[in-house]
């Protein structure tokens, strides 16, 4: 078997873990406006469904959340930044607290295990999700507002359901959970230190569509659980103000990500984050976050922002393996992305970081060119970084890689002067078609397909995940698909070792058997055995 390698733009993302006896109280703010940025509470979320919880442990206030009762999710969590250093924190355990008075007024504060209620079954699945509904699944219980970020009691009440949404495990445990601790630490530095207090709002958005789906061994071995009730969130989104006596140290921003395996980060302004969630959540009116959207434009908001991309950026480099990061490419790539992030001309509200690398909005195409020319001019940016696609309005910066998943050698993906998009695919003027819209899968035959400009289609390689069926990661530079093989697959080293994956299509799972599997090729033909099954936290 023959196999090549290509260039990857590695992606975001999150990790949550623990409790004891917690309490809560349900109803109303009022006993927790210290959460809020100027005692204010995020404003447009609420509808007649959702419960205000001032979430209490020990007799007092540890955080807010506002709980969404038919999606059985909260819709976010207000905190602020507990102490750095949290040693001896309590650790993972089975059965998470539920909140008895979301299902009765007047119920105790107190929360507590299901089993230890007097509440059955059913009165606790009518007003929120428990934890049955996480069971045997392939989603992890994420906490909004973070453990890692609280320390001893704070810390505790965080492990509660009320703050929990499902969460994609590896956008769970490594794209968020190294944004968290990146987070906390320029927080720490930059806010805490220096004079400010941290407030956060971490928030979850329901999918209109997708909910924690059964398994097909539940279907035969539990047929009195109901099923599909708790809301598999699209997006999960955080909102940072740093509050400060004197504004010019006073900074805010946002980010946002995709509830999703490969998923990127958007890094924007506070105020363009109330935008984008007005849309997710469809919001009959405007959405606030913070009151006054906490000085977003502050010199100091940028600074702070610099040095975030900064510590990601460098987060990912050490991910890559050191036989890796001597390659000729391997290098260009650090060299140009690190100019991306010292530029002084690229708008900084428009730049998304993807991982190792950056996607830039631009409004217009013509305006992308004269912007690009005057960074290229300004900043002496690679002219890898420079060019622009072909492409559409709002599109990416470059495209490097072909339809069949192979990485684009000197040049990027475009028409040059045929009538379909193509690129070069080694120094010895192979080439290969590339996409030029999504690579999506053709209903009738199963296999992936995408246009490829000229108004034909060609078969293509989703890039989905970097896990392997054994469990092994992929190579940084090569994530699952297929390279013109049959079957999904990446390398695993860079000696050429190589391991199936499970196709995009069939997650790894036992489906009706005593043991765990999956297809490796589509339409279903080909299986192998997996352990990517993940035992929910």
Known sequence: MSHRTMDWLMLLG??????????AEVGSFTGCNMYFYRDAEPRGFDTADTAEICQRYSNLYHFATLYDRPQRIPRWSAYTLGEPNCPGQAQKRSQWFVEPQLAHPDESPEMTTEAESTLSLDEWRSSQAINEDYEDTSYDRGHLNPNAFQYNDDHTATFTLTNAVPMNPYFNRVHWSKLEKTLKAQLTGSCRNAGGKPYLVTGAVPSDSE?????????????????????????????????HGDNNRKFSFAFIGENK????LQIIPVEQLNTELSRLYKTPGPVEVFADDCGSESQKGQEVLSAMKKALYNIFQILLTDPYSQLVKRRKLDRETSQVMTSQTLDQKKMQLTGIGFLVGISRLADGHSQFEKTYEQDNLAPAVARLAR??????????????GWPCVEEFCGYQGYAYSWCYTSDSNDWDYCCTGKCTVNPASKLY???????????????????TVSGKVCRADHPCGLYEEKYFWCYIDYKDNWDYCCSPQHNC??????YQWCYIEDPEKSWEFCTMRITPW
Request: hydrophobic fraction near 30%; proline fraction near 8%; glycine fraction near 10%.
């Open 14 to 23: 999150c990790v949550s873990l623990w409790p004891g006896m917690v309490l």
């Open 211 to 243: 909910k924690i789906p059964i398994e097909a061994e539940d279907k035969e071995g539990d047929r009195n659980r109901p099923y599909n009730r708790v809301s598999v969130p699209s997006h999960v989104w955080t909102a940072v103000c740093c509050d």
């Open 261 to 264: 395996e490969a998923s990127g």
């Open 391 to 404: 492409a559409a309005d709002d599109s990416e910066l470059y495209i490097r890689v072909t339809a069949p």
């Open 449 to 467: 397909q995408c246009p490829r400009g000229d108004g034909s289609t060609i078969q293509c390689s989703p890039q989905y995940s970097t896990m």
């Open 509 to 514: 799972g036992t489906h009706g058997y005593g």
